[in-house]
């Protein structure tokens, strides 16, 4: 006879997987297969904004057929129904930002293939190359005459009357000839034969007669310009036409890393050869001006830049170096990066970085004298950054005044400087950043997008030069990208919302206008069937009276006593406290889930995150670890003072930086973190690249301190927690070795409360659905073991 107790045990366990299993598949139900799937079941978002060179059809690429790859649409401002572009047009699109004007906008030339194109508006689309070789970088010059371009790292001029090319320029790589000089003997022994042969010295000077006869025939050659063993780049032409810069590179030569590949169709282990490590010998770049009337290349002098000779502030630390530098204040390497001709070409703007990034200079090269003139110096003990910070965002207004973007204030805002009062002018200021500036055709106002409104959002104005008033345009809440159009009537705007991934607007070009809707695909139906939580944007006070942007997602069934996972943005320097569609959507998604199971969520936009100026930026120079750290353990105490959380079961996780920190949390401060999931961590900062690395804590023979203090590996003794690393092993940004070391690290010190999942075909990010899933239902298993009680 069959004991119903027994069966109960049966049928009870059934039963509850089979309504497992339905609730899993059931709508509006998250799971981590789900949210891991190709993100094409979210939607599709439009991407890639341009206006075409008619100046009227906006393209963007585009897929709501769900097909392989996106297409390529197009709308005007008259027909704003989405038509894919057929394969011919595409062949034929010109982006607008690639076509260069004249000055009064009558004409444009731009590359396409490998070949120069030139039209004069509404005329006759002329061809100006067609070779196998490929040219490229056109500009108008010499007056607007002749359209310049290069061609194997040589600048020609195609005369725009006539149609004639010439050569400008005659970059060697081959050395200079050495030429062998005569011995005594020899030169004895001709003046002799030339003394006594009569016939012999007549022979010779008809020779050399004819010799110079024949050169005043010939056209002058153009002199060569010899490269000796380094790399050309950076060639650029004046309006003129008479002076042409440019820069010659020595490489640094570095050892470079090695990256094993295991699985490969082969059946071969491969290697890839990978990036250098911070602190590895970096290459050098001297400026140089050709003048074209003299035919003469000269190299400017950078011994008079203002500070070039300074002692970095950290090397403080290290009084011995500090002496020995003292003694010998040697030039600090310096890099040139982009020129802006004014437009008459007697200067040339140039962005100038120092190698260790502390100080940037915005110097006038005058053609005249070829000296430099200092304009503007940025200098921080930190490292030099922020929005709008770079040199395609400076230029010339008229002949006689400069714009640019600095952090003077602490935060980036838009100035001008005049040449003839040597006066800087601020066009914006307050405790907000103008994160990108374009100057209008007429050249009377500016477009700039700011998070003025509200740290977490990005809105579009128009700034007037004369009155330095500002009119927003913009008016949909969160973020607005915007591209505007060539006659500047018309912006189209990319939008999105916490949580409402970006669709296309078309907008009048004014203050008032309606933005009008033109893609609505970004939502799939599946993907709508759950109600996507808006995370609320809070700010919480940290230890040392900064306020601390952070998002909250918040359990259905809010409780004292619940526990709470902090998920750490990666990069450092990026934002996602924000109102918009986050970068990191799967962890958006993610973050939904774990609230739905029983979780508080927070993410912070901690010390070194994007968004909110200078200090913020800099807050973890020479310590990574510290003051981002102790923002996170600020933010347990605002969970813990506001919604009750179980303070006894805190999470973590987070990719790359995100890693990081996790290990930083759980190896320095054990009794607040009880699990985290580490993923791609860097593990000892001496691994990572030069340019990220070396402008937070300068590089680890000039500066140990930071590196000891701001590196996981050295504090992993401290691991007290449940600890998950997840790492591709294909990695070529955060290397697996930082895991590898780690991990033996872990051995010796006798942990073993700790595991690590390797992906053998995963580069830093994740492409495969399968491994986004494996990696998620771990990091949800171990939240879910250790963090429920």
């Known amino acids: 006879m069959i004991n119903k107790d027994f069966l109960k045990t049966l049928i009870v366990p059934a039963m509850a997987v089979a309504f497992n299993v339905t609730a899993q598949n059931a709508p509006g139900v998250l799971t981590v297969q789900k949210i891991m799937r190709d993100p094409k079941w979210i939607g599709s978002s439009p991407s890639d904004i341009e206006w075409g060179n008619d ?36 062949k034929q699109f010109i982006p607008e930002d690639q076509l260069k004007y004249n000055k009064s906008r009558t004409a444009a030339t731009w ?7 030139y039209q004069h508006f509404p005329g006759k689309l002329i061809r100006i190359t067609q070779t196998r070789d490929a040219e490229y970088n056109p500009v108008f010059s010499f007056n607007e005459t002749s359209i310049v371009y290069t061609r194997s790292q040589n600048l020609y001029a195609w005369d725009i009357t006539n149609g004639a090319t010439r050569q400008l320029t005659n970059f060697t790589a081959d050395p200079p000839p050495a ?16 003394a006594l042969m009569q016939v012999l010295k007549e022979r010779k000077e ?34 003129d036409g008479r002076f042409i810069t440019y820069r010659i590179y020595t490489s640094g030569n570095g050892k470079r890393t090695i990256v094993p590949n295991y699985i490969t169709e082969s059946g071969f282990t491969t290697d890839i050869n990978g990036r250098t490590k911070v602190g590895s010998q970096q290459g050098s770049a001297a400026f140089y001006m050709y003048d074209h009337t003299k035919d003469t290349a000269y190299k400017i002098k950078t011994e008079p830049i203002p500070g070039i000779r300074d002692i970095p502030a950290y090397i403080n630390d290290y009084p011995e170096e500090l002496a020995k530098m003292q003694k010998d204040t040697a030039l600090r390497d310096i890099n040139f990066y982009g020129e802006e001709w004014s437009p008459r070409g007697a200067y040339a703007l140039l962005d100038v970085y120092a190698d260790d990034n502390k100080d940037r200079w915005l110097l006038l090269l005058d053609t005249a004298t070829r000296r430099l003139k200092l304009v503007d110096r940025q200098h921080d003990d930190a490292w030099i950054g922020g929005p709008g910070i770079g040199p395609r965002s400076i230029g010339w207004i008229d002949d006689q005044t400069i714009w640019f973007q600095s952090e003077a204030t602490g935060y980036s805002h838009l100035y001008t400087y005049a040449l003839a009062t040597q006066t800087k002018t601020a066009l914006t200021s307050g405790k907000y950043e103008v994160q990108e ?3 209008s055709n007429d050249k009377k106002s500016f477009y700039i997008t700011t998070n003025e409104v509200h740290p977490g959002e990005k809105q579009f104005y128009k700034l007037d030069l004369q009155s330095k008033t500002a009119r927003r345009i913009t008016t949909l809440e969160g973020a607005n990208e915007v591209s505007i159009s060539p006659d500047e009537k018309y912006i189209a705007i990319r939008n999105s919302y916490s949580n409402k991934p970006w ?5 009048e070009n004014r203050a008032g206008a309606k933005p009008i809707q033109i893609t609505d695909k970004a939502q799939s139906d599946s993907f709508k069937q759950y109600h996507w939580r808006t995370p609320e944007v809070i700010t919480f006070p940290a230890r040392d009276g900064a306020a601390v942007y952070a998002r909250v997602y918040k359990p259905e069934n809010p409780k004292p006593g619940m526990p709470a996972v902090l998920f750490v943005h990666g990069a450092g320097y990026l934002q996602n406290a924000h109102k918009w569609w986050s970068l990191y959507f799967r962890e958006y998604m993610f973050n939904n889930l774990l609230a739905d199971n029983g979780y508080y969520v927070m993410d912070i936009d901690y010390r070194g995150s994007a968004g909110y100026g200078r200090d913020w930026r800099t807050g973890i120079y020479r310590h990574m670890g510290g003051k981002d750290l102790t923002d996170q353990v600020d933010a347990v105490k605002y969970l813990a003072a506001t919604y009750k959380i179980d303070t006894a079961n805190l999470g973590m996780y987070g990719g790359s930086y995100g890693g990081f920190m996790t290990l930083m949390a759980l190896f320095t401060t054990p009794d607040v973190f009880k699990s985290g999931a580490a993923l791609r961590p860097v593990t000892d900062w001496a691994n990572y690249n030069h340019g990220y690395t070396a402008n937070i804590l300068n590089e680890p023979f000039t500066d140990s301190i930071a590196y000891r203090r701001s590196s996981p590996i050295y504090f992993a003794n401290g691991l007290k927690g449940n600890l998950l690393i997840c790492h591709g092993m294909v990695d070529v940004n955060v290397h697996f070795q930082d895991a590898v070391k780690l991990t033996q690290r872990l051995i010796e010190l006798g942990k073993d409360n700790w595991q690590l999942a390797p992906y053998p075909m995963e580069d830093h990010g994740f492409v495969e659905p399968s491994s986004w899933t494996d990696e998620y239902k771990r990091i949800f298993k171990l939240f879910e073991r250790t963090l429920k009680k």
């Open 437 to 439: 500036a374009s100057l």
């Open 179 to 194: 030429g062998k000089k005569a011995s005594q003997q020899e030169e004895w022994l001709q003046h002799d034969q030339l």
């Open 55 to 90: 100046r009227k059809t906006i393209y963007f690429s585009w897929n709501p057929d769900n097909a392989t790859d996106d297409s390529l649409y197009k709308i005007t401002a008259t027909n704003k129904t989405p038509q894919k572009v057929s394969l011919e047009e595409r």
């Open 111 to 117: 590359a396409k293939d490998g070949d120069i194109f």
């Open 206 to 239: 008809k020779r050399v007669a004819n010799e110079d006869y024949e050169k005043r025939l010939e056209e002058k050659p153009l002199r060569p310009i010899h490269l000796n063993g380094g790399q050309l780049s950076g060639i650029s032409i004046s309006p």
């Open 503 to 507: 669709e296309l607007y078309l907008q």
